[in-house]
């Protein structure tokens, strides 16, 4: 069973309090997940691994802390996964970019693939996929599929907001996919909806209906 991490710094909870509210803008709603993303890229990448590095500072040498390993990947659930994506690379701006087009069909709830593009080299690097919401998980489950396929092998998942139901079907899907997110909320609504949630992410973040 895959570990759930919610990150319930105060800041985090503020912000996504705002998010949720139907009366922010567009503009607020953009913003706020850009900002979010870099609260949530700090602790989904808190145990990376360190080596050292030999390094001369104006007064001496030492042995400097530095990230061990190759970039990471970080795969962005198109379109609102882009939201955090954006503060994620400002946090780590040499990270790789993979893209995976999915849109779920508002009659199956199923998750329909329209792009995908991956760097190289996936089986040597952490991979992070992002998404705002884990809903039924059909997405990020076939997002995760995809990245697999690829060859990732080192996965964890970010998201804004969690159904347990989401979270539940993840888990029997990928068990060795670790959860990170902000809240994990009731329930879903009868048309797959998080209750209670924040709305359409991607409509919310480009504001589209
Ligand atoms: C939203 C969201 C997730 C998905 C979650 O995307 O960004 O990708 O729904 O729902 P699920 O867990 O039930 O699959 P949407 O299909 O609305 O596409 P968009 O990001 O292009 O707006
Ligand atoms: N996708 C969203 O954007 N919001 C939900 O509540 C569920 C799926």
Do not use: W
């Amino acid at each position: 069973m895959s570990h759930v991490t919610v990150v319930d710094h105060p800041l985090v909870q503020h912000k996504l309090s705002i998010m949720r509210d139907k009366d922010t803008s567009t503009r607020g709603f953009r913003t706020l997940l850009r900002e979010i993303s870099l609260l949530l890229c700090y602790e989904v990448t808190r145990n990376l691994e360190l080596t050292t590095k030999r390094i001369e500072t104006p007064m001496q040498e030492m042995d400097a802390p530095t990230l061990k390993g190759k970039k990471l990947v970080f795969a962005s659930i198109l379109r609102a996964g882009n939201g955090l994506l954006e503060g994620m690379l400002d946090l780590v701006p040499s990270a790789r970019v993979a893209h995976v087009g999915l849109y779920r069909d508002h009659d199956t709830l199923e998750a329909i693939e329209y792009y995908y593009k991956a760097p190289e080299d996936m089986s040597d690097r952490l991979v992070i996929a992002v998404d705002p919401m884990l809903a039924t998980a059909n997405s990020a489950t076939a997002a995760i599929d995809k990245l697999k396929q690829s060859g990732a092998k080192d996965i964890r998942f970010l998201c804004l907001l969690a159904a347990p139901e989401g979270i539940a079907a993840f888990q029997e899907q990928h068990p060795d996919v670790p959860i990170f997110t902000a809240a994990i909320d009731e329930r879903l609504n009868e048309q797959g909806y998080i209750v209670p949630g924040l709305g359409d992410a991607g409509d919310r973040m480009y504001g589209t209906k």
